[in-house]
């Protein structure tokens, strides 16, 4: 029994704290001046079947005291023609009605008193309804305030959840910036170390045009170097030029020495 009286309160506590995050104020103060509205039209309603009672009973009281002075007025006939009899059949009747009459009196005044509870009980709760009513609405207000500054006080620091959302996203969208930039940084000093080359083919222009240059500049200064070799070795000829071919051939054996060993067939001969 002690078990079960404890789920139930954990369950309770637990339903109390999901309708209290639901809950807003400003609904239940609605609800709750509603059901005094109801409260009140019910008091009214009241109050208008006592007042119609009363009127019917006051309407019944007249016919009857009409009715009275009728057998009155009839019985003071009947005297006047010395019919005792019929005189006194009139009387009996008005005081049939005199009964009647106290009993309706009675009747009445506690109609009449209840009447008047009713009118100072509406009094009543129609003040407190108005006051209610105001208070309702201040709160409300103040309700509201204090939600919107809350929320402006999240969003400025950046804690409710849309900004937080929004903040996360721009973080991720930062660090993917930061990612793309790092790469490209590391893939631009990898191409200029040479440690990568560019497969697609497609060269720096201005690299091109410098290697270019730079080859252009090899090539002349070899072309340079080549016509000052022949310029140099031109007055030789002249001067030996009496030589035989058979001095010629023999000095070119003599040149090159037997069993020496042979010249590096992928090297250029600069001579």
Do not use: C
């Not at 637990?14 to 709750?32: G, H, I």
């Not at 509205?37 to 016919?63: F, H």
């Not at 009447?115 to 103040?142: G, P, Y």
Request: charged content about 25%; proline content about 2%.
């Amino acid at each position: 029994m002690a078990i079960m009286k404890r789920v139930s309160e954990v369950f309770q506590a637990k339903a109390n704290k999901v309708l209290n995050k639901v809950e807003d104020p400003r609904d239940t103060l609605d609800l709750s001046y509603e059901k005094q509205l109801e409260q009140l039209q019910q008091v009214r309603r009241g109050l208008a079947d006592i007042a119609t009672a009363r009127k019917r009973i006051e309407l019944q009281a007249s016919q009857l005291k009409a009715s009275a002075q009728k057998l009155q007025d009839q019985a003071a006939a009947a005297l006047t023609q010395s019919n005792e009899d019929l005189a006194r059949e009139a009387l009996t009747r008005r005081a049939a009605i005199a009964t009647q009459l106290e009993g309706m009196k009675s009747q009445h005044d506690q109609l009449v008193e209840q009447e008047a509870h009713l009118v100072t009980t509406s009094q009543q709760l129609q003040s407190r309804v108005d006051a209610f009513r105001t208070q309702k609405e201040t709160m409300k207000a103040a309700y509201s305030a204090a939600q919107a500054q809350t929320q402006i006080g999240e969003a400025v620091a950046g804690i409710s959840k849309s900004m937080g959302d929004t903040g996360l996203a721009m973080q991720r969208a930062q660090d993917k910036i930061a990612d793309m930039q790092a790469r490209g940084s590391a893939m631009d000093e990898l191409l200029a170390s040479g440690a990568l080359t560019d497969l697609s083919g497609n060269s720096d222009a201005i690299q091109a045009q410098l290697d270019a240059a730079s080859q252009n500049s090899s090539v002349d200064a070899e072309l340079a170097q080549l016509k000052a070799k022949t310029a140099s070795a031109a007055p030789a000829a002249e001067i030996t030029g009496g030589e035989t071919d058979a001095q010629s051939q023999s000095n070119v054996v003599d040149a090159e020495p037997v069993g020496s060993a042979p010249s590096d067939p992928f090297a250029l001969d600069d001579k």
